[in-house]
């Protein structure tokens, strides 16, 4: 395995996040949406198909009398990157190609593993994952890590991770994983990665330019994509709303919380692994315990309508559907921000709904940063 680096110029970037955000679409149509000449994009799509970014498309159909047209698209074959995560007992890894395409998923439990043991486990995981995938030879793009926790430290080498796993907080983080695979690496927050998988892989890149996740995994966070950019904050503190729910005996709106509160209710529940079989004649606990997490988790909804105005609001969970989608009816019947004025609004509030990414957004949002950085002009 090789880092490819991509050097590209701004106006290619544009050309690749229009066909990103609105799907394949005929040179003449990139030219007038993207103001430029028609000869401009045929010299640039010349270089991005050179590149094998972008390919041509099956042709639509002929306007009037003359050739069909011949779309342009994202190429799969662009590249790939991966993306890792670290759970409680659970590594998590997706590999991604540059379409956005999920090439694989897996997962493999693990015992307490230091920053150390994990990055080097990766190490060997990675090549067995190219070779298993026939992916040596293709350009990769790099490495994301999910870090369940907000950074320390600017140059994000530092993060505030999960009391769950002994070892990881204040670790050279970004150190670590540079020296065992020797390639770039992206660390972001688990919450922010899971943001941009429900922005690329969950329909809301063709919905809006604003969105909020909310994240229940080890603590509550949010992720924020605001026009179309990762909101990350002077240390990458954004959408740390678990500040807002101090540890005490009121609880938070966690999976770790919801699992406690089973447990003391004598339901033999250990973890994610046996929750569904074990939950069974709990029915009333899960219930009282949604509602004190709607309860919580409303003005957490309120701030963020009234601060990013967003296009979409989500709620994501390693938690079964069922019990989130419980969560967002609440939410969605509860009070909201705009009161009285609601009616005079000209965009209603977005509705809250639920992750369809099944648990799997982390690791997917993480293997998109490379990707994501790939079109990102400064």
Not at 213 to 238: K, P, T
Request: glycine letters at 10%; hydrophobic letters at 40%.
């Amino acid at each position: 395995m090789k880092h490819q680096p991509l050097n590209l110029y701004d106006e290619e970037k544009r050309l690749l996040w229009r066909l990103r955000t609105h799907g394949p679409q005929p040179r003449s149509d990139l030219a007038l949406a993207l103001q430029v000449s028609n000869a401009a994009v045929t010299k640039l799509s010349r270089s991005l198909i050179s590149l094998g970014l972008i390919e041509e498309a099956e042709p639509g159909e002929a306007k009037g009398r003359g050739r069909p047209t011949v779309p342009l698209s994202i190429s799969p074959a662009g590249g790939y990157a991966v993306g890792v995560t670290i759970h409680t007992g659970i590594v998590e890894i997706a590999v991604v190609d540059y379409a956005g395409g999920v090439t694989c998923h897996t997962t493999e439990q693990v015992g307490l593993i230091s920053p150390v043991e994990f990055a080097n486990l990766v190490d060997e995981r990675l090549h067995e994952l190219a070779v298993q995938h026939r992916l040596l030879g293709s350009r990769l793009l790099g490495v994301g890590l999910s870090v369940p926790g907000p950074a320390l430290s600017r140059d994000r080498n530092r993060w505030n991770v999960v009391d769950t796993l002994p070892g990881w907080r204040n670790a050279p983080l970004k150190d670590i994983m540079d020296d065992a695979l020797r390639i770039p690496v992206w660390l972001e927050n688990d919450a922010t990665a899971s943001a941009l998988a429900e922005y690329y892989l969950g329909g809301l890149i063709e919905r809006c330019s604003t969105a909020v996740l909310i994240l229940l995994g080890h603590g509550v966070g949010a992720g924020v994509i605001s026009d179309r950019r990762l909101l990350r904050g002077e240390v990458g503190g954004a959408g740390e709303i678990g500040m807002l729910f101090p540890k005490g005996p009121a609880g938070r709106p966690t999976t770790v919380d919801l699992i406690a509160t089973l447990q003391s209710a004598g339901c033999k529940v250990s973890s994610l692994a046996d929750f569904e079989r074990a939950i069974e004649g709990y029915d009333e606990v899960i219930e009282a315990w949604l509602d004190r997490a709607a309860d919580q988790l409303s003005v957490a909804v309120n701030s963020a309508i009234a601060w990013f105005d967003p296009g979409a609001i989500r709620l994501s969970s390693p938690l079964p559907y069922h019990i989130i989608q419980k969560l967002a009816d609440r939410l969605n019947d509860g009070p909201i921000i705009w009161g009285d004025h609601r009616e005079d609004h000209e965009v209603e509030t977005p509705a809250i709904d639920v992750s369809r990414l099944c648990g799997t957004s982390s690791a997917l949002g993480a293997a998109l940063l490379p990707i994501h950085a790939s079109i990102l002009r400064v």
